[in-house]
């Protein structure tokens, strides 16, 4: 049955439909195309209903104001606009975050540096101290955050050189109840802080500069630049991150840094010659993603829900 034109009364089903037919035509040939979760998605939010709560209201009608945002959203969409940008919201670690100009979407590979972070503090017995957090380059806060609400007795610090970025992250911390556990600052990362903190935790830029322009368009023309550009080889931040933990990191502390693909040897090797204990985790994808440092003095071990075949150790 064909589903019925813009304006003839559309219910959910059939504008959802309509609206993932026009996006799997507009992304025909592209791999990680999601046509249909993307329909779901906007169709959902213009309704006020849950992507999987959506199908329970399939035969209700929908009215033609909403039915022309949402068309106005799928041309966003078929435009290479990614639905966070559309919506202004993205959903990680099960906590929803606003977004803004100077912050990245946030991604699911970098949940692997989350759950990295709790098992090693589980691990260590520490899931319930009153740990100290400080998330360099924190754009929406979404690293930090999500710890925090896994946390119950720690306190973050996240700093980013964008001030809108700060403000965003602010704002969600508030949004999630964790306001008073969280403070956000405007600096050039470790510059910017002295102390020294249990966990320190950074999604810094990674992509070799020679990569930029080979990004999907939903991430070269929708995401800041300046988390994205991490020099010639992707690897220029880590030197000078490793380098910092010497004044900030606790003796038993530990720190965890989001990766790119191909870049575990290299970045391991820094670690390593800067006297940590460095080990890898791989995402679902089976990419090495995160990099986990800790003083050789702190023996604590990573298993992920008793897994521990995707755990590199030296």
């Known amino acids: 049955m064909t589903p019925p034109a813009a304006g003839a009364g559309a219910t959910v089903a059939t504008l959802r439909r309509r609206i993932a037919a026009q996006l799997a035509a507009s992304c025909a040939g592209e791999d990680d195309a999601t046509p249909d979760l993307d329909a779901r998605l906007l169709v959902g939010h213009a309704l006020g209903y849950s992507p999987t709560d959506l199908v329970l209201h399939d035969r209700e009608s929908v009215p033609p104001a909403i039915e022309r945002t949402v ?68 754009g929406s806060g979404a690293i930090l ?106 003796p038993q502390g530990m720190a965890f840094v989001e990766i790119g693909a191909g870049q575990a040897e290299r970045v391991l090797q820094m670690g390593r010659e800067r006297g940590y204990d460095a080990q890898s985790y791989r995402d679902f994808a089976g990419i090495e993603r995160t990099i986990q440092l800790k003083p050789k003095a702190a023996k604590i071990g990573l298993e992920i829900g008793g897994e521990a075949a995707n755990v590199r150790s030296p």
């Open 71 to 138: 068309e106005a959203w799928a041309d966003k969409r078929a435009a290479g606009v990614p639905v966070a940008r559309i919506l202004g919201e993205k959903e990680f670690w099960s906590l929803r975050f606003a977004l803004s100009d100077g912050t990245l979407v946030p991604r699911p590979d970098t949940e692997t540096l989350v759950a990295a972070a709790l098992a090693a503090l589980d691990g260590a017995g520490r899931r319930a101290a009153p740990l100290t957090i400080l998330d360099l380059g924190t």
């Open 145 to 250: 955050l999500a710890l925090l609400s896994e946390l119950p007795r720690a306190i973050g610090i996240g700093i980013d050189l964008s001030e809108d970025a700060a403000r965003t992250a602010r704002r969600n911390a508030v949004a999630l109840g964790l306001g008073e556990r969280a403070h956000f600052l405007v600096g050039d990362w470790s510059a910017a802080i002295s102390g020294r903190f249990d966990i320190v935790v950074s999604n810094p830029p990674y992509i070799a500069a020679a990569d930029m322009a080979d990004l999907p368009v939903a991430v070269r023309a929708h995401d800041p630049h300046l988390a994205l550009d991490g020099g010639a080889e992707g690897l220029a931040v880590y030197p000078g991150l490793f380098d910092s933990l010497a004044a900030i990191l606790a």
